[in-house]
């Protein structure tokens, strides 16, 4: 069974400047799940998907940040304009939620490093 | 959402028992517990889940009390390759779907 896909896994850009990742999960995972990893630190939730509709996004800065989950498969990330502050590990995340319980499947991540 | 305390950090050596404790006192009656292991440069990885008592699998056991409040994830005979951090969840579901939140985790090292 193919993983979670995300690419580029690497990205540097300058503040102001915008940029994108990529993410696809595992086939038939309806939620997606974007994170936002600062070195030393526990992943910090972005968004969450459900199919194509957003469950959670009370943590992503929506002024700069945005989520697209085309069709219930793939989705995009979008940092514009990009910040010091954002240099992070973005890892995408997918899952099968059953009744009770949920195991999240991740990506190997995008280090973005804003100069 | 129920919030987790751990270690920060924990050493053992090669060979040895290592057992992480996370506490979560306002669990939710609904609420499972799921650890992640994270390596450098990689996304973090399922070990374990459980809801009470005892879960045992081929990686790590999970040991909940009755009260639910701590959980101890037991990592048997560690070698080298697990160091990494170790991160507890809680969580269950809520308006909209299931919710965990990711703490600081504990940096365990092992040393030959």
């Known amino acids: 069974e193919a993983g979670v896909a995300q690419s580029p896994r690497y990205k540097i850009i300058e503040k102001r400047q915008s940029v994108a990742f990529w993410c696809n999960p595992i086939?038939?995972?309806?939620?997606l799940y974007w994170y936002q990893q600062i070195l030393g630190q526990g992943p910090k939730l972005l968004i969450q998907f459900q199919n194509n509709g957003v469950v959670d996004d009370s943590q992503l800065p929506k002024d700069r940040f945005s989520a697209e989950r085309l069709k219930g498969v793939d989705s995009t990330l979008k940092i514009q304009p990009a910040k010091l502050e954002d240099s992070a590990v973005y890892l995408c995340?997918?899952?099968?939620?059953?009744?009770?319980?949920?195991?999240?499947?991740f990506g190997p991540g995008t280090r973005l490093t804003v100069l | 959402l129920a919030k987790t305390t751990q270690p920060i950090s924990m050493d053992s050596y090669e060979g040895q028992e290592v057992n992480i404790t996370c506490s979560h006192n306002?669990?939710?009656?609904?609420?499972?517990i799921t650890w992640y292991q994270q390596f450098p440069s990689q996304g973090p990885r399922f070990i374990i889940q459980?809801?009470?008592t005892k879960v045992t699998n081929e990686v790590a056991s999970l040991f909940i009390p009755a009260d639910r409040k701590s959980s101890t994830l037991s990592l048997p005979r560690v070698s080298l390759s697990d160091t990494a951090v170790y991160y507890c969840?809680?969580?269950?579901?809520?308006?909209?779907?299931?919710?965990?939140?990711f703490g600081a985790g504990t940096r365990l090292f092992v040393k030959a």
């Open positions: 459980g809801y009470k």
């Open positions: 086939s038939g995972h309806a939620t």
């Open positions: 969840l809680v969580g269950g579901h809520d308006t909209g779907g299931f919710k965990t939140i």
């Open positions: 995340a997918s899952s099968i939620q059953d009744r009770d319980t949920d195991t999240q499947y």
């Open positions: 306002n669990i939710a009656t609904n609420d499972y």
